[in-house]
């Protein structure tokens, strides 16, 4: 007797499925579910799938993964959907931006099945209905943007298309999870104008980058032409201040020297014979006088009495025994200073006579 009932309920369900719908047996559906299993009262079902169970044409339950029980002839599976992550392409399509540019864009969609009951029941064929939601919504997106904004905004509009499409997949137990643009081609004159605006706005950068770099090349040398002229009027200046020490120190030096030869000659004026002494001095002075003449110039002054030697010493010994009586005393000459007189001009008797060598 059971085996009697196997045997009719196995005819049945081969029955059963060869009345299947043929769309649910293309190759396009195959995707979302397996072949449909027979109903031998034990089934065991893969994880991530979901069998939809109907009783007497009825929905009747979802089989879990595992182990489950049917009832021969009455229950019967019905559909067979993919809990996993599905990937579809999207098939390239024109759609014109907002600044009327037609653009030829594909992509890729990635969507999972939430509610089996709602995927099998709510639409006919799940592939085709969410391929064109996609599509649609892709064109109406696109309307709303310009053609540079597309390529700069492409995660916006994909986040723009997922939730238009989520909105009207609610009902269908499928739920979108993101959506990518592969390629967007645009006309041939198109892209010329496009390269030819990239060729131009490059141009301008470097037109612009060369102008700062000119200009910061002048900047440059003018900052450093004044530091040069800066150094330059600093070191000037510490030469200057440098000389002046200099000749003032040399200034003091030569009168130091001078005071200290005139306090020498003082006191060997001072000492015994120190009048024949300064007697020689002044005779070996008139005598080196005149090996130097005519050797600047031709033109001299020479006194009358040039060849007396003795006359001139004595004349000078006068001078000085006149000037060394008006002096102070030795002991005084330390704390009070020495004052020149002024010698008087020799009169017309005395002065020399000119005379010309050649």
Same mark, same amino acid.
């Given at each position: 007797?059971?085996?009697?009932?196997?045997?009719?309920? !196995?005819?049945?369900?081969?029955h059963s499925r060869r009345s299947i719908p043929s769309?649910?047996?293309?190759?396009?559906?195959?995707?979302?579910?397996?072949?449909?299993?027979?109903?031998?009262?034990?089934?065991?079902?893969?994880?991530?799938?979901?069998?939809?169970?109907?009783?007497?044409?009825?929905?009747?339950?979802?089989?879990?993964?595992?182990?489950?029980?049917?009832?021969?002839?009455?229950?019967?599976?019905?559909?067979?959907?993919?809990?996993?992550?599905?990937?579809?392409?999207?098939?390239?399509?024109?759609?014109?931006?907002?600044d009327n540019v037609t653009l030829q864009i594909d992509?890729?969609?990635?969507?999972?099945?939430?509610?089996?009951?709602?995927?099998?029941?709510?639409?006919?064929?799940?592939?085709?209905?969410?391929?064109?939601?996609?599509?649609?919504?892709?064109?109406?997106?696109?309307?709303?943007?310009?053609?540079?904004?597309?390529?700069?905004?492409?995660?916006?509009?994909?986040?723009?298309?997922?939730?238009?499409?989520?909105?009207?997949?609610?009902?269908?137990?499928?739920?979108?999870?993101?959506?990518?643009?592969?390629?967007?081609?645009?006309?041939?004159? #198109?892209?010329?104008?496009?390269?030819?605006?990239?060729?131009?706005?490059?141009?301008?950068?470097?037109?612009?980058?060369?102008?700062?770099?000119?200009?910061?090349?002048?900047?440059?040398?003018?900052?450093?032409?004044?530091?040069?002229q800066i150094l330059a009027s600093e070191g000037q200046?510490?030469?200057?201040?440098?000389?002046?020490? !200099?000749?003032?120190?040399?200034?003091?030096?030569?009168?130091?020297?001078?005071?200290?030869?005139?306090?020498?000659?003082?006191?060997?004026?001072?000492?015994?014979?120190?009048?024949?002494?300064?007697?020689?001095?002044?005779?070996?002075?008139?005598?080196?006088?005149?090996?130097?003449?005519?050797?600047?110039?031709?033109?001299?002054?020479?006194?009358?009495?040039? !060849?007396?030697?003795?006359?001139?010493?004595?004349?000078?010994?006068?001078?000085?025994?006149?000037?060394?009586?008006?002096?102070?005393?030795?002991?005084?000459?330390?704390?009070?200073?020495?004052? #020149?007189?002024?010698?008087?001009?020799?009169?017309?008797?005395?002065?020399?006579?000119?005379?010309?060598?050649?």
């Amino acid at each position: 007797m059971l085996r009697t009932v196997c045997r009719a309920g !196995g005819a049945l369900l081969k029955h059963s499925r060869r009345s299947i719908p043929s769309q649910w047996t293309a190759p396009a559906q195959q995707r979302w579910a397996s072949s449909l299993p027979m109903n031998t009262v034990v089934l065991f079902v893969p994880q991530q799938e979901a069998w939809v169970v109907e009783r007497m044409g009825r929905f009747h339950r979802i089989l879990e993964p595992g182990l489950n029980f049917l009832i021969p002839i009455l229950d019967r599976v019905r559909y067979v959907q993919s809990l996993k992550e599905i990937v579809i392409d999207v098939p390239e399509q024109s759609a014109v931006s907002l600044d009327n540019v037609t653009l030829q864009i594909d992509g890729v969609l990635y969507l999972r099945i939430l509610d089996p009951f709602k995927a099998s029941y709510g639409v006919e064929d799940p592939e085709y209905a969410v391929t064109q939601l996609a599509q649609t919504t892709m064109r109406s997106e696109l309307g709303k943007l310009t053609l540079d904004k597309v390529f700069r905004e492409r995660e916006s509009l994909n986040a723009n298309i997922v939730h238009s499409i989520n909105q009207a997949s609610d009902e269908w137990g499928i739920r979108c999870l993101r959506y990518e643009i592969k390629d967007i081609h645009v006309p041939p004159r #198109v892209k010329e104008s496009m390269q030819m605006q990239v060729e131009a706005e490059r141009k301008k950068r470097a037109t612009v980058l060369e102008s700062e770099g000119t200009r910061e090349s002048a900047i440059n040398v003018a900052e450093g032409r004044k530091q040069a002229q800066i150094l330059a009027s600093e070191g000037q200046k510490a030469e200057q201040i440098n000389k002046a020490a !200099g000749e003032a120190n040399a200034v003091l030096a030569k009168a130091e020297a001078k005071a200290k030869a005139i306090r020498l000659l003082s006191e060997a004026l001072a000492e015994q014979n120190g009048n024949a002494a300064a007697s020689l001095s002044v005779a070996e002075q008139y005598v080196s006088a005149f090996s130097n003449l005519a050797k600047e110039s031709n033109t001299i002054l020479l006194p009358s009495n040039t !060849g007396d030697i003795s006359g001139m010493v004595t004349q000078a010994m006068t001078i000085y025994s006149t000037l060394a009586k008006q002096t102070p005393s030795p002991q005084t000459v330390e704390s009070v200073p020495v004052e #020149v007189p002024a010698v008087k001009a020799p009169s017309e008797a005395d002065s020399p006579q000119p005379s010309s060598t050649q």
